[in-house]
């Protein structure tokens, strides 16, 4: 199956979003309704869900949890992706404590921290572990994934030994431009970007 782009996740999640939340109470839902409310052209939308393989019908436009199970299949919602999260501040206990990742298969397995104050505790019911217990644990249960909240001034040295120890997938929450082998995905959520996109608006 070839890979579909970032692009097209990005609207697929939003098309999920609208089925999930906004048209739950409805049966089905046309191309023009998804298209009018994130400000797409019609054609594009109706593109996006035949990769999905669902036909609208003509009158009826898509039946909504059709459309909702066919995109969690295509973006593969149900399977399992393990992660460590290495940085148990306020930002990766609240990502660990974020209920709705369980719906996108994603499973935090443990947290990673420096801090002796915080190592043996729990965040959101998982065991914060100390850093160099990573290496052992990635030997054993082969988890790739990791995402990082530790602060900038750690994230480099952070990311160098994660990659020594095996980890290839990075969902990066600092602010830093992380240098990698080429064999290692760095996604980087910069979340202030965010922001200054909509202030940029304002
Ligand atoms: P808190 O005040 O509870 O530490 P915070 O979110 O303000 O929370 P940050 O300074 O952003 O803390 O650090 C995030 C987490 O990363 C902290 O739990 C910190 O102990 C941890 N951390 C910092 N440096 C490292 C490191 N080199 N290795 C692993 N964890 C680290």
């Keep these: 199956m070839p890979a579909i782009s970032n692009k097209i996740i990005n609207r697929l ?7 999930k939340y906004t048209f739950k109470e409805q049966r089905s839902i046309s191309s023009f309704e998804i298209a009018e409310l994130l400000d797409l052209d019609d054609s594009l939308v109706r593109k996006d ?5 669902v036909l609208g019908r ?3 436009g898509y039946p909504i949890n059709e459309l909702q199970q066919a995109i969690e299949q295509k973006l593969g919602f149900a399977e399992r992706k393990e992660v460590f999260i290495i940085g148990a501040g306020n930002l990766g206990t609240a990502l660990v404590n974020y209920a709705d990742f369980k719906d996108y298969g994603i499973d935090v397995l443990a947290l990673f921290d420096n801090d002796s104050a915080k ?7 998982k ?3 100390a850093l160099d217990k990573l290496q052992n644990l990635i030997a054993k249960i082969s988890i790739k994934n990791i995402i990082l909240t530790v602060p900038p001034q750690a994230a480099q040295e952070v990311t160098d030994y994660a990659v020594k120890c095996g980890v290839q997938f990075i969902w990066n929450f600092t602010p830093v431009i992380l240098k ?3 064999a290692v995905t ?12 909509m202030h940029n608006f304002i």
Excluded: D
């Excluded at 999640?13 to 089925?19: A, D, E, F, G, P």
């Excluded at 869900?49 to 393989?53: H, M, R």
């Design 127 to 129: 065991k914060i572990l």
């Design 49 to 53: 869900i035949a990769l999905c393989g």
């Design 13 to 19: 999640t939003l098309y999920h979003c609208l089925l």
């Design 58 to 60: 003509k009158k009826g």
């Design 180 to 182: 990698t082998p080429k």
């Design 186 to 197: 760095v996604y980087n959520e910069n979340i202030v970007s965010s922001f200054l996109q």
């Design 119 to 125: 190592i043996g505790q729990e965040a959101g019911g």
